[in-house]
């Protein structure tokens, strides 16, 4: 029986470390500007590189478990291909929490409406479109990415502008 | 982790079922339902350390143990099936040995899973058997089918080792970390990949055949 007892208490403070890990400070981020699929695409059009565009929100569980590849990948390979964020059906206090507490450190859009996601053609979230220079769209992502995923689509889209 | 790679942990459990039928020799009682207990119970210790390092928390989204969307700690994972399996099996540690063959055989499944994914191409390569992704013109490396081969010939060669106390599942572990050390370079990976649980697996393994004998020699001559 005590036995048992220290092992649910063991349970019990790990995961009570993880409500506890998450951060208030906001790091006085500024609003995400908000963006209609029209403007978007005009965007993308004026992007001369390669662009990786994540649709993520802060209540989605799983963009947590992806967000620090995305990290990985934008510093790895942020000079040659451009990586947008758009976060979806959120609120702002929401998406800049989530921003100061992943640190993703490349542009990020507000879409209230979901729109950028319905116009490509993306299900669920998160979303991961690749882009080819120019804003022509190579392969949708549904779901949740791996580092294979990832990788794989980096290095087909490096082919595209080589 | 998706549906998708749920459909490879199936089959990397039904590899492991038909191991248990093809190595039958010495296997404990009901080896099918410890192998399945214990990968489930890997499955949910990789998840809650999943959940915990992505700062979820457990207990407010208890669903999301079960609906595995954000993926599984693969290091986590494998020591709770250790660990499981050796409680299902009262700390008898034989019976890691008999099942070494089955569970080899099992991540050879697991990695041919890939086949049900869309996910076995790895690193671009010139040669004849490459392929390449729908839609492209790079062909690459079939790489997890690579490691597949590789697991399943070890998985054969486990099985005709001697029966030595820890040898089989001491080379299972260490062949296994070997065959996945191999293949990682063809794997497209942003961080190069787990490596130092592969040398960890590695080490162990050959810890555990030097152990094993020794084990063995003093369980003999130790008084009772």
């Known amino acids: ?59 989605c569980l799983p963009c947590r478990a992806e967000a620090p590849l995305l990290n990985t990948a934008s510093s790895q390979y942020g000079d040659e291909i451009e990586f947008i964020g758009v976060d979806v059906q959120d609120n702002q206090k929401g ?18 409406n979901r729109e950028i996601p319905n116009f490509y053609g993306g299900i669920g979230t998160p979303i991961t479109f690749f882009f080819g220079p120019n804003g022509e769209l190579v392969n949708t992502h549904n779901g949740i990415l791996d580092e294979r995923t990832l990788a794989l689509n980096i290095d087909e889209l490096l082919s595209l502008s080589s | 982790m998706e549906f998708t790679l749920l459909w490879a ?63 599984v700690h693969s290091g986590a994972a494998t020591v709770g099936a250790v ?12 019976f890691l040995d008999a099942t070494a063959p089955a569970a080899l055989f099992g991540l050879a499944g697991w990695h041919a899973g890939c086949l049900w994914r869309g996910a076995c191409l790895g690193t671009a390569s010139d040669l004849p058997w490459a392929r390449a992704e729908p839609g492209s013109l790079i062909s690459r490396h079939p790489v997890e089918l690579y490691a597949a081969v590789g697991l399943a ?16 599942a001491g080379a299972a572990l260490g062949l296994a970390g070997i065959i996945r050390l191999l293949t990682e370079p063809l794997r497209p990976s942003l961080t190069g990949g787990p ?12 810890l555990a055949i030097w152990l094993g004998p020794r084990l063995a020699s003093q369980r003999i001559t130790a008084p009772t």
């Open chain 2, 9 to 71: 942990a199936l089959t990397g459990v039904a590899f492991a079922w038909a191991g248990t039928k093809l190595w039958s020799e010495r296997l404990p009682d009901h080896p099918t339902d410890r192998i399945i207990g214990a990968a489930a119970a890997g499955l949910a210790v990789g998840r809650l350390v999943a959940m915990m390092t992505q700062v979820i928390n457990p207990l407010l989204h208890p669903l999301d143990i079960l609906l595995v969307r954000g993926g």
């Open chain 2, 83 to 94: 660990v499981a399996y050796l409680w299902a099996s009262k700390w008898t540690i034989e």
């Open chain 1, 1 to 59: 029986m005590l036995k048992r007892s220290i092992v649910l208490m063991v349970i019990l403070t790990a995961c009570g470390g993880a409500i506890a890990a998450g951060p208030d400070d906001l790091g006085g981020r500024e609003d995400l500007p908000e963006i209609s699929s029209e403007e978007f695409e005009a965007h993308l059009a004026g992007i001369d590189r390669p662009t990786v565009v994540n649709v993520w929100a802060s209540w």
């Open chain 2, 153 to 168: 010939t070890a998985a054969w060669l486990v099985s005709r080792m001697p029966w030595r106390l820890l040898t089989r």
């Open chain 2, 195 to 206: 490596v130092g649980w592969y040398i960890a697996a590695i080490a162990v393994g050959g």
């Open chain 1, 95 to 112: 998406a800049k929490k989530f921003l100061a507490e992943f640190g993703l450190d490349f542009d990020h859009f507000f879409d209230r």
